[in-house]
């Protein structure tokens, strides 16, 4: 693949401006601004706010809370995200092919758990037999009942990696009993 140094750079100056730079000074804009031309000139707001150190400190003691908020429910509560993502994925052909080969590659390991569950009825234990096949029921659960607009996908992540979290957490005790003994 070419790489395109000169877009690359072009990209990461964007991200750097955009999301660091122009965020500080829009910020320091806003407050300086709204503080020198509006509440400066109202008495009223003037007694509220005596000075631009405690206004900057009340208007980011209110607006950093609030702000996390119109976050969390642009991400999770409205379709805004949503239709970014979609925007995203139909835009790039990059995201279009992971979404298509992550979806191939779980139903062609599904197809070839089932061949090598029916070549290898006898040679693998009953226990380990019955976990495959708990595995692959999972999955083709998984699979036939998820959506992007349920959160099968996200349960199942969480699933595992609790499942993980747990075996690991099971093989340090052993260790640490050993080292004890």
Not at 18 to 23: A, E, G, K, R
Not at 45 to 71: C, N, R
Not at 92 to 110: F, G, I, S, W
């Amino acid at each position: 693949m070419k790489v395109a140094t000169g877009f690359r750079g072009w990209f990461y100056f964007r991200m750097g401006w955009s999301t660091y730079f122009v965020f500080i000074l829009a910020a320091i804009n806003t407050l300086t601004v709204t503080y020198f031309l509006a509440i400066d000139n109202y008495p009223t707001l003037k007694a509220a706010f005596p000075s631009f150190e405690i206004y900057v400190l009340v208007t980011i003691t209110i607006g950093v809370p609030l702000l996390v908020l119109v976050g969390y429910a642009h991400f999770k509560k409205t379709l805004a995200f949503r239709s970014e993502s979609d925007v995203i994925v139909e835009s790039n052909p990059y995201m279009r092919r992971n979404t298509v080969n992550a979806e191939t590659n779980v139903r062609l390991n599904l197809q070839l758990l089932s061949l090598l569950l029916k070549l290898s009825k006898n040679t693998i234990s009953a226990e380990e037999l019955e976990h495959i096949k708990k595995f692959q029921k999972d999955v083709h659960d998984l699979i036939m009942n998820r959506s992007l607009y349920n959160d099968l996908d996200i349960d199942f992540i969480n699933h595992e990696i609790r499942k993980i979290g747990l075996s690991e957490y099971d093989e340090e005790n052993k260790q640490l009993k050993k080292n004890d003994n």
